[in-house]
C-alpha cells in the first residue's frame, strides 16, 4: 500500500455549499476514486465566507484526475 503526500492532491472543481461537495465525493468515492473536500466545514458554519475562501473544493490524487473530471463532467 503506498501513501500519497498532501502534494499530490490536485484541486478539480469547486462548489457553493458542503452538501454539493459531499455529494461530489460521494460520487466518485463510488467510482473508486478516493476524494477530499477543502473548506466544507468552515463554509458549513460561515457560509458567507464562502466567495472569500473560493468555496468548497474537491481534490484527488493527481493520478485519478482525468477520469475524475470525467465523471463529475468538469474541465
Known sequence: MT????????PIATF?????????KIR???????????NEATIGVMPFLANGLGGVT?????KHAARAREILNVE
Open 3 to 10: 501513501t500519497e503526500s498532501p502534494d499530490d492532491l490536485v
Open 28 to 38: 466518485l468515492e463510488s467510482e473508486g476514486i478516493p476524494s477530499y473536500l477543502g
Open 16 to 24: 457553493k455549499t458542503p452538501i454539493e461537495g459531499e455529494l461530489a
Open 58 to 62: 474537491i481534490q484527488v490524487i493527481r
